[in-house]
């Protein structure tokens, strides 16, 4: 059994962690342990707050009782916020105050995007456009070309309520021809059901934030795990004959 831990603010969409649990089918367990988001606000400055060193620290004890053998901080733009450096240095503190190796849904998409080989994406941000930008920044500083990036500008709140008709909507606005795949990076967002549907729709991989985040924390704890029903992504390992 590989136990994987997800640092995950506030309440929105966590109940995708279990559904992905299951799309595992494997010996893999899903702890998930809420932080205070605070304040329902897509700035920069209260983005940081919810991703600041104290607010993670305080909720990792609760992991290692678990038993997890890694961690995710499961925020965006919780961890982008904080730009290229900055954003390694919160996983840095993370992991000395976890004591285990740890990581952030904003690189899980640059290491995602990488195993897929992508360089050209495409972003469909529920976020305000400032707030899209800098997730845009952030993966040119990964090495990764935006061609296009599409901003709804709503809230967390508001982002866990969308359905599938709001998601496809989403991701067909956000979808460039010049676009290898398509990010949706808010945590916020219920994708877990919907991916491989997605990913018809448009002809291409899309990558989803508590997607790449299950996905990052099997990386740092060198599982690899064929799940068809979680996207491209997780079809890169080939099944074991038993």
Do not use: C
Not at 29 to 54: F, I, K, N, Q
Not at 55 to 81: D, I, M, P, Y
Not at 114 to 135: H, N, Q
Not at 212 to 224: F, H, K, Q, Y
């Amino acid at each position: 059994m590989t136990a994987l831990g997800f640092l995950y603010p506030g309440h929105s969409a966590e109940d995708d962690y279990p559904r992905i649990e299951q799309l595992l089918g494997s010996d893999i367990r899903v702890d998930l342990v809420h932080t205070d988001s605070g304040e329902d606000a897509r700035r920069e400055d209260a983005l940081r707050v919810m991703g600041s060193p104290e607010r993670l620290a305080a909720s990792v004890q609760e992991l290692r009782h678990a038993g997890a053998e890694a961690v995710v901080w499961a925020s965006t733009s919780g961890s982008f916020a904080y730009g290229w450096e900055g954003a390694h240095e919160q996983v840095r503190g993370l992991a000395v105050a976890a004591g285990m190796p740890a990581s952030s849904t904003s690189f899980g998409f640059v290491h995602a995007s990488r195993e897929l080989g992508l360089r050209r994406v495409a972003i469909g941000a529920t976020y305000p456009d400032d707030v899209a930008g800098l997730f845009a920044d952030f993966l040119r500083a990964a090495g990764l070309e935006p061609v296009a990036v599409h901003a709804a500008g709503i809230t967390a709140a508001v982002a866990g309520t969308w359905g599938e008709a709001e998601l496809f909507a989403l991701a067909r606005a956000a979808d460039h021809a010049d676009a290898e795949a398509v990010l949706l990076p808010d945590t916020a967002l219920h994708t877990a059901s919907h991916l491989t549907a997605l990913e018809k729709e448009l002809g291409k991989p899309v990558l989803t934030a508590h997607q790449v985040s299950v996905w990052e924390a099997l990386r740092l704890t060198d599982r690899r795990v064929n799940a068809p029903g979680l996207g491209a992504l997780f079809t890169r390992e080939p099944i074991v004959q038993v």
